[in-house]
């Protein structure tokens, strides 16, 4: 073993996420109820670990919205299955929150083909990172967020230093405390969920808790920027039947319309859900409801109040 794998081996018997748990070395031989009762009870635990870092998670998100607001773009950067996570939570916001292309994005170590298999090697590559963000054009206006269980992963880390060096706001994701990652970043957020069911698994407790704090981040700005009305998605995209009749429900729920008149205001705007709600609860025309809602900055609520809605 050479001196650099001593150095590493060390490295991650340091981390919480890679700890050994001894009373759970006979998992494999428990009947397959307890073992499921076993996971389901450490899944358990994560909410409570997300929660104690919600002051956090919530001033990356004070940041993050007035920079997305001016036009700025969120951008997750991760390895392995905190790469994928970023990459399946940029990809929701375009049908859900009818973001533009590329507002929310996501890179992984090792590219496209590492979204279905491992790509080795690429996770321990800083420069690989600076090259995929340099690829999108990364500037002050926008942020990055790195995301590693460990906190420790060449790729994610050096997302995130290089960002910052651009100008961009930084956002570090990692279930350690004490992680370089969130040393290296603006925001640091440490969601320390312990060591895994099985040894060094983070792709389950870890990614868990990745994915609750990527659904706040991207859920919570998005609701900053006015994409919802009270909870209701009303920029969603109706790309198919079944979130054209979502766009209709939307639509009823937000005005208590009637099926004609919401079908009416729908074909008026060219489908556009807040548009409609705005025809029918300000008595306005389409035109007028793009008007007003651009002079808003999206902001269906605040549209309204200018109508005296």
Same mark, same amino acid.
């Given at each position: 073993m050479t001196t650099e794998h001593r150095a590493l081996r060390s490295e991650l018997e340091s981390l919480t996420t890679e700890a050994f748990r001894p009373e759970l070395a006979g998992?494999?031989? &428990? !009947?397959?109820?307890?073992?499921?009762? /076993?996971?389901?009870?450490?899944?358990? %635990?994560? @909410?409570?670990?997300?929660?104690? #870092? /919600? !002051?956090?998670?919530?001033?990356?998100? $004070?940041?993050?919205?007035? #920079?997305?607001? %001016?036009?700025? #773009?969120?951008?997750?950067?991760?390895?392995?299955?905190?790469?994928? =996570?970023?990459? /399946?939570? @940029? *990809?929701?916001c375009p049908p859900t929150f009818n973001t533009r292309p590329g507002q929310v994005t996501g890179v992984i170590a090792g590219g496209p083909e590492a979204m279905v298999t491992s790509v080795e090697g690429a996770e321990d590559s800083a420069s &690989?990172?600076?090259?995929? =963000? $340099?690829?999108?054009?990364?500037?002050? +206006?926008?942020?990055?967020?790195?995301? *590693?269980? *460990?906190?420790?992963? !060449?790729?994610?880390?050096?997302?995130?230093?290089?960002?910052?060096?651009?100008?961009?706001?930084?956002?570090? =994701? +990692?279930?350690?405390?004490?992680s370089? &990652?969130?040393?290296?970043?603006?925001?640091?957020?440490?969601?320390?969920v312990g060591p895994e069911l099985l040894t060094g698994s983070t792709r389950l407790k870890a990614g868990t808790a990745q994915k609750l704090v990527l659904n706040m981040l991207s859920t919570i700005t998005m609701i900053r920027l006015g994409k919802t009305y009270g909870n209701l998605m009303v920029d969603v995209r109706a790309s198919n039947e079944k979130l054209r009749a979502r766009s209709r429900r939307i639509v009823a729920l937000a005005t208590g319309a009637g099926d004609a008149e919401i079908e009416a205001a729908l074909t008026e705007t060219g489908g556009e859900v807040k548009n409609a709600v705005l025809v029918i609860l300000a008595g306005v025309d389409g035109p007028t409801a793009a008007r007003l809602l651009e002079e808003s900055g999206g902001h269906l609520r605040a549209a309204l109040a200018t109508t005296g809605g």
């Amino acid at each position: 073993m050479t001196t650099e794998h001593r150095a590493l081996r060390s490295e991650l018997e340091s981390l919480t996420t890679e700890a050994f748990r001894p009373e759970l070395a006979g998992i494999d031989t &428990l !009947p397959t109820l307890d073992i499921a009762r /076993l996971m389901n009870g450490e899944d358990a %635990q994560v @909410a409570a670990a997300v929660a104690l #870092r /919600l !002051p956090e998670i919530s001033a990356a998100i $004070d940041a993050i919205a007035p #920079r997305m607001a %001016q036009g700025g #773009r969120l951008v997750y950067a991760g390895a392995g299955t905190a790469g994928r =996570l970023g990459i /399946l939570d @940029a *990809s929701e916001c375009p049908p859900t929150f009818n973001t533009r292309p590329g507002q929310v994005t996501g890179v992984i170590a090792g590219g496209p083909e590492a979204m279905v298999t491992s790509v080795e090697g690429a996770e321990d590559s800083a420069s &690989l990172a600076r090259t995929d =963000l $340099d690829a999108l054009g990364i500037d002050a +206006s926008d942020t990055v967020v790195g995301i *590693s269980a *460990s906190g420790r992963t !060449p790729y994610a880390v050096g997302a995130v230093e290089h960002a910052r060096g651009l100008g961009a706001l930084t956002v570090g =994701l +990692s279930c350690n405390a004490g992680s370089a &990652l969130a040393a290296a970043a603006e925001h640091g957020i440490e969601v320390v969920v312990g060591p895994e069911l099985l040894t060094g698994s983070t792709r389950l407790k870890a990614g868990t808790a990745q994915k609750l704090v990527l659904n706040m981040l991207s859920t919570i700005t998005m609701i900053r920027l006015g994409k919802t009305y009270g909870n209701l998605m009303v920029d969603v995209r109706a790309s198919n039947e079944k979130l054209r009749a979502r766009s209709r429900r939307i639509v009823a729920l937000a005005t208590g319309a009637g099926d004609a008149e919401i079908e009416a205001a729908l074909t008026e705007t060219g489908g556009e859900v807040k548009n409609a709600v705005l025809v029918i609860l300000a008595g306005v025309d389409g035109p007028t409801a793009a008007r007003l809602l651009e002079e808003s900055g999206g902001h269906l609520r605040a549209a309204l109040a200018t109508t005296g809605g």
